[in-house]
């Protein structure tokens, strides 16, 4: 059987089952620099005091987007100098401090969505890590819009509508509930559309 989640990124991160797992996906490939500054924006929005904000918002300009920082992440440079720069002038300026990650929070959760989160979800960890939550606990997770589809087939027909993307879905979503000499006919549980 193989089922394949189109989780919903942000839902997921809120799990912290869900996020520790992937965080130790992340650090088996080396790769976990982009979490972190996610984590460390979420806790640094939830400072209330001013002079405490400002020290970590220092903190994590040093941590993540100086060169050599301990924690420094691969992105653009015009990401990188944003960072820096909006850092650099907090002693005098705390206008935009509530906003000071916004557009870099938005890059890197992007980035870490589209490439490390999608190859998360197709790893052997992932699929280990579902299996024993279970299928109640994994769809809580998934997007708002998501539409559970079954479509029951035979080699000679199709029972439900098709959409072009459902195409790849089939493919990859495939949950044979019977396939003997004598019934060829397969159910497909769709967990979601790619």
Do not use: W
Request: aromatic fraction near 10%.
């Amino acid at each position: 059987m193989t089922t394949r989640y189109v989780l919903d990124f942000n839902k997921a991160r809120a799990v912290p089952e869900v996020q520790e797992n992937f965080h130790a996906y992340l650090k088996r490939s080396y790769n976990i620099e982009p979490l972190e500054f996610l984590i460390a924006v979420d806790n640094f929005k939830k400072e209330t005091d001013i002079k405490t904000k400002v020290q970590t918002a220092k903190q994590i300009a040093d941590k993540f987007a100086k060169e050599g920082g301990e924690l420094e992440l691969n992105i653009d440079i015009f990401t990188r100098r944003q960072i820096l720069t909006n850092a650099a002038v907090l002693d005098t300026n705390t206008d935009n401090l509530d906003t000071i990650f916004d557009e870099s929070y938005k890059v890197i959760s992007a980035e870490l969505k589209s490439d490390s989160f999608a190859r998360y979800i197709d790893s052997v960890m992932f699929k280990e890590f579902s299996s024993k939550k279970g299928a109640k606990f994994m769809t809580e997770l998934l997007p708002q819009d998501f539409k559970l589809k079954t479509i029951t087939f035979s080699p000679f027909n199709v029972v439900g509508t098709v959409q072009n993307e459902d195409v790849v879905s089939l493919l990859r979503m495939v949950s044979v509930i019977c396939c003997s000499t004598n019934d060829y006919r397969l159910k497909i549980s769709l967990i979601g559309l790619l």
